[in-house]
Nanobody, 115 residues
Framework: QVQLVESGGGLVQPGGSLRLSCAASGSIFSTNAMGWYRQAPGKQRELVALITSRSTTIYADSVKGRFTISRDNAKNTVSLQMNSLQPEDTAVYYC?????????WGQGTQVTVSS
């Protein structure tokens, strides 16, 4: 069984920064993709950033140049450094792990950008 535990959400002013982290435990295989999705109130869940086990990255256009995703394969962790945060980044952020055809999700962490 796979478990994802997120940390690092909170309240930040516009223009500020936050770092999200996610640790995966259980039957983790080396070949997988990890990443972050977010869901704002009244909106669908959307991809924020994804990183493969070979460190290929994908970013949503809305976060390119502001967010950076990274991972530590030895520790099965993925992090998201978020800079220049804006109110429209406010959402619940979910850690995501894909192993073969299986998708796993964290419980979500709230990020609120407000003055």
């Amino acid at each position: 069984q796979v478990q994802l535990v997120e940390s690092g959400g909170g309240l930040v002013q516009p223009g500020g920064s936050l770092r999200l982290s996610c640790a995966a435990s259980g039957s983790i295989f080396s070949t997988n993709a990890m990443g972050w999705y977010r869901q704002a109130p009244g909106k669908q869940r959307e991809l924020v950033a994804l990183i493969t086990s070979r460190s290929t990255t994908i970013y949503a256009d809305s976060v390119k140049g502001r967010f950076t995703i990274s991972r530590d394969n030895a520790k099965n962790t993925v992090s998201l450094q978020m800079n220049s945060l804006q109110p429209e980044d406010t959402a619940v952020y979910y850690c995501y792990l894909k192993i073969s055809s299986y998708d796993y999700w964290g419980q979500g962490t709230q990020v609120t950008v407000s003055s």
